[in-house]
């Protein structure tokens, strides 16, 4: 009985690490599955179209069943929510599908490193945050953005000598070229490698127009569904104009349907409720932490599945990102930190101030 209760105890604690691990797995996932279905023909606005739709049905029932009463909708939120999901939800997801199609899924989960600096970046341009260069935070997190980006860069553009381990033959890297990826040229990578970047810039920007709808919506189920709604009615709007052929729409028992319900329902669905638990219980910082691994995950299973040859300059771009990216959050966690403690010290004063009203 007390090996049980022992157990249960531990399970409880380590609950948030299991969780984190797994949606880095699914992520990784995300981008295996993406690649393979965009390199099998799959045209990239039609496959965002696809997940939304999944994506909404799939949180339709948690979002309008399993939350509290809100404020009725009116018309100037409607709108708002309508434009955030354009720009952050919409632009975001069809440019990362058509630059996966010209670069790697290694690169895919690496450039994810890069959200958390230009949020950053992007977060004082707004005046959204505040920019403490003569405090070692703010100095940690400046470091950390330009980290991150440099590591982008340098991943994207720098190759140099490939790793010995993930040196393959000739013979085997063309015949699985021809089953899982494509080639392309010097400029087709540059571009998809913008692209991408480009995509995180817009989720990053996503991010912050995020945290200010909250404020006068706070119901996060119904948001997401009505962004996922909005994006898939705008993603559909955009895949009618870009393809015209009506069999691109075709959805079959293939690598097509196992991707676009994989980052439906287990990706934008699942992993919301598994993110939404471990934030409440750990916070933040102690989910942006796992990000890295992702990549790492990504990097094994595409050297592995699809012998895909990881050179030295993207391990030190990896590395760049892996460094950036910490820095960021350590900045954040000392940030938070101080505030905390300086709002506790703030009450204190109040709460002593008080007492000697009280006692003159």
């Not at 935070?137 to 860069?153: P, Y």
């Not at 063309?174 to 540059?190: A, M, R």
Request: glycine share 6%; charged share 10%.
């Amino acid at each position: 009985m007390k090996g049980l209760v022992s157990y249960k105890v531990n399970w409880e604690k380590n609950k948030p690490y299991v969780a984190m691990i797994f949606i880095q797995f699914v992520y990784a996932g995300m981008a295996l599955f993406s690649k393979a279905a965009m390199t099998k023909g799959m045209n990239p606005y039609v496959f965002v179209v696809y997940r939304q739709a999944f994506a909404s049905l799939s949180l339709a029932p948690f979002a309008f069943f399993g939350s509290k009463k809100v404020a009725p909708l009116s018309f100037n939120l409607v709108s708002k929510i309508f434009l955030i999901s354009l720009v952050g939800v919409t632009l975001s997801s069809n440019l990362y599908y058509v630059a996966i199609n010209y670069t790697s899924a290694t690169f895919a989960a690496a450039s994810t490193n890069t959200i958390p600096g230009i949020t950053f970046i992007m977060a004082v341009i707004l005046r959204v945050e505040c920019l403490s260069i003569n405090q070692m935070h703010g100095m940690a997190k400046v470091l950390g953005s330009a980290l991150s980006l440099s590591g982008a860069v340098m991943f994207a553009f720098v190759k140099g000598p490939a790793v010995g381990i993930t040196k393959w033959y000739p013979e085997n890297q063309k015949q699985i070229s021809h089953s899982f990826t494509t080639l392309h040229s010097k400029g087709d990578c540059i571009r998809g490698s913008l692209m991408m970047i480009s995509a995180n810039t817009s989720w990053a920007l996503w991010l912050i127009l995020q945290g200010l709808i909250l404020k006068e919506y706070p119901a996060k189920f119904r948001l997401t569904i009505l962004q996922c709604f909005f994006s898939c009615i705008q993603s559909a709007v955009l895949a009618v104009a870009m393809e015209r052929n009506p069999s691109a729409w075709k959805l079959g028992w293939d690598i097509h349907l196992i991707s676009v319900v994989y980052c439906g329902v287990i990706v934008t669905g699942i992993c919301y409720w598994l993110q939404v638990c471990t934030i409440k219980e750990k916070g933040p910082v102690f989910t942006a932490m796992f990000t890295p691994l992702q990549l790492i995950i990504t990097a094994i299973f595409s050297a592995l599945l699809w012998k895909e040859t990881l050179y030295w300059g993207s391990v030190g771009g990896t590395v760049l990102l892996v460094i950036g990216l910490y820095s960021v959050l350590w900045g954040k966690n000392r940030e938070s930190i101080k505030v905390q403690a300086n709002g506790v010290t703030a009450e204190t004063k109040e709460e002593t101030r008080l007492e000697c009203i009280l006692q003159n």
